[in-house]
């Protein structure tokens, strides 16, 4: 079956420590999104990439880090620079250029203490 | 910037009212607009999408109406089940700007009850 994953869906860490979420897709899809979601509220873009190589930072993207070495995987790195890293985080994919329509992971849920 | 605009939840309904939940938006290009559901601890699933206006979009009963001229994408379904108990978001995608990354609402909470 064709679809992303995340792992490990929780994850514990103590305050200072650098930690980092995993998502792969097995879609074939050129571009990958990272999204963190807060209680209650909506969704807001951290890194996106387009290609293999190449990638740029959203609405959020201090204290943290991405890269984009195959096209499969787009790990994203919490850095202790992160002021408050505690949410529920979310990987996405989309096909080339004409589709715009995302693909959503199950999302890890980072606690940071 | 981009932005949309989703009723406030959560919304409390019997099994089989009529559901109608708000969306409106604001976009600079032409976006293509989306409705995504997310069941407690899980992902974003696709429920539904139009790409121009007067498109309606629709699955599982729900459809949602593409109305650029009063800027909304409402959700309604008929007669809702227990199951349909999630929360609801509304995006866009906007082609005019070039970012494809979609722009969310916060999101709207329907509890079903039987």
């Known amino acids: 079956d064709g679809g992303i994953t995340q792992s490990p869906k929780y994850l514990f860490r103590k305050e200072g420590q650098n930690v980092t979420l995993s998502c792969e897709q097995n879609?074939?899809?050129?571009?990958m999104y990272w999204y963190r979601q807060d209680p209650g509220q909506g969704l807001r873009l951290i890194y996106y990439s387009q290609i293999v190589n190449d990638f740029q930072k959203g609405d959020i993207a201090e204290g943290y880090s991405v890269s984009r070495e195959k096209k499969e995987s787009f790990p994203l790195t919490v850095t202790s620079a992160q002021k408050n890293p505690t949410a529920f985080y979310l990987c996405a994919s989309s096909a080339g250029a004409a589709s715009y329509e995302q693909y959503f992971g199950p999302g890890t849920r980072l606690t940071v203490t | 910037g981009d932005s949309v605009t989703q009723m406030e939840g959560p919304v409390t309904l019997s099994e089989e009212a009529f559901l109608t939940i708000n969306c409106t938006y604001t976009?600079?290009?032409?976006?293509?607009l989306f409705w995504y559901v997310q069941y407690p601890g899980e992902g974003l699933q696709l429920l539904l999408k139009a790409t121009k206006a007067d498109d309606k979009g629709s699955n599982k009963g729900f459809e949602a109406t593409y109305r650029k001229e009063t800027t909304s994408f409402h959700l309604e379904k008929g007669s809702v089940q227990v199951s349909d108990s999630a929360v609801y978001f509304c995006?866009?995608?906007?082609?005019?700007?070039?970012?494809?990354?979609?722009?969310f609402g916060s999101g709207t909470r329907l509890q079903v009850q039987p």
């Open positions: 976009a600079t290009g032409y976006p293509s």
């Open positions: 995006a866009l995608s906007d082609r005019g700007t070039g970012r494809r990354a979609l722009t």
């Open positions: 879609l074939n899809h050129d571009a």
